[in-house]
């Protein structure tokens, strides 16, 4: 019986174990989305996860939704990142970057000179998000153009060579949570007419698009992506979401993805349909109805649900989560308060079993 204490192969890239780390967005990059000494010690200590996937990385200026958010698309964010990829390979982890164009999540006050969000369409999300000063009202975003679009797209592709600069075994593209990818897949974000829209067809060409773009980029054994169907999260509706899902895991499919992640609804059944279409590894962030993720969950990879599972807030506080995990906890408890932004406090301070 396979464990999720096995190792497996990620498209040529052996994963010590079946426990990967999520990403989360911990805002605590340096000045000009740079990476710190202090997120190499972050992920470094998380290093017994098989597999790491960092916070959302924005592929360009414009992409970027929170502050201190890190970035791939300048020469001093890739040496950044690479004091972070070095650290976790030296404590023989693999680390995948997550690129992240956070779309109409976001505020001009985020972004420099004239700049604004940008999103399929010209469509506020309800909601607000956090600023240097303050909390703010979403603005309406500017609606991409033909020639924006295809820029964007660009985009992803020139962060992901940069990744692979940096010493990443590769990227997961964020198709989730109500960011630029997942707004091009909703129906209430995204009400262009111009065949980037309005069918099924439409509405998945832009997901399409970026991963085809990648993939010639740094190669299929590099690339993976991640989606939460019928998500709601950052205001986010999706009309026929079986429908539009089904239809982009079997469009991605023949492209042979290193992996695909899906951060699961109540849907379960979506999941298991998603299974049977992705021939590929199925990285799993299970829905656990309002608790965090534990040992509760490991028989996904045991009964074949999925081939490795993602933990969130549990590896933010439990930095030796796998060992914790073997012996059913005990579990550190999340500090909400020092999610996002400060310093070390609740960020690299939690204690693990044995030091």
């Not at 700049?115 to 999300?125: D, F, I, K, R, Y």
Request: aromatic share 8%; no cysteine.
């Amino acid at each position: 019986m396979t464990t999720a204490f096995d190792p497996i192969d990620l498209a040529g890239t052996k994963l010590a174990n079946r426990i990967a780390m999520a990403p989360m967005t911990r805002s605590r990059a340096g000045r000009g989305g740079v990476p710190t000494q202090t997120m190499a010690t972050y992920y470094a200590q998380r290093a017994a996860a098989g597999l790491i996937i960092t916070e959302g990385t924005q592929p360009s200026v414009v992409g970027q939704g929170y502050p201190d958010t890190p970035g791939l698309h300048s020469d001093e964010q890739v040496e950044g990142w690479r004091l972070v990829t070095d650290a976790v390979h030296a404590e023989g982890a693999r680390i995948y970057a997550q690129l992240m164009h956070s779309g109409r999540i976001g505020h001009p006050s985020l972004l420099p000179g004239e700049l604004v969000p940008t999103g399929p369409s010209a469509v506020a999300a309800q909601g607000q998000v956090f600023t240097g000063t303050g909390m703010h009202d979403f603005v309406t975003p500017k609606e991409l153009t033909e020639a924006e679009i295809h820029q964007t797209v660009a985009d992803f592709a020139d962060a992901a060579r940069n990744a692979i600069a940096a010493g990443f075994d590769g990227v997961e593209l964020h198709g989730a949570n109500g960011y630029l990818i997942q707004q091009f897949l909703s129906s209430n974000a995204n009400i262009r007419t111009d065949g980037w829209g309005t069918t099924v067809e439409g509405r998945i060409r832009f997901a399409v698009e970026v991963v085809k773009a990648v993939v010639a980029a740094i190669g299929a054994d590099r690339t993976a992506m991640r989606i939460s169907p019928a998500g709601t999260f950052n205001d986010i509706v999706e009309d026929s979401h079986r429908e539009v899902y089904t239809a982009l895991v079997d469009a991605i499919e023949p492209f042979g993805l290193s992996y695909l992640h899906i951060a699961e609804g109540a849907d379960r059944d979506l999941t298991l349909k998603i299974r049977e279409r992705f021939s590929g590894v199925l990285v799993l962030n299970p829905f656990t109805e309002g608790r965090p993720t534990d040992h509760s969950e490991l028989h996904l990879v045991e009964s074949g649900v999925a081939d490795v599972l993602a933990f969130g807030a549990q590896f933010l506080a439990n930095p030796d989560l796998p060992v914790r995990l073997a012996s059913a906890g005990p579990y550190n408890t999340p500090d909400p308060a020092s999610f996002y932004g400060g310093d070390s406090k609740g960020y690299t301070d939690y204690p693990v079993l044995t030091p």
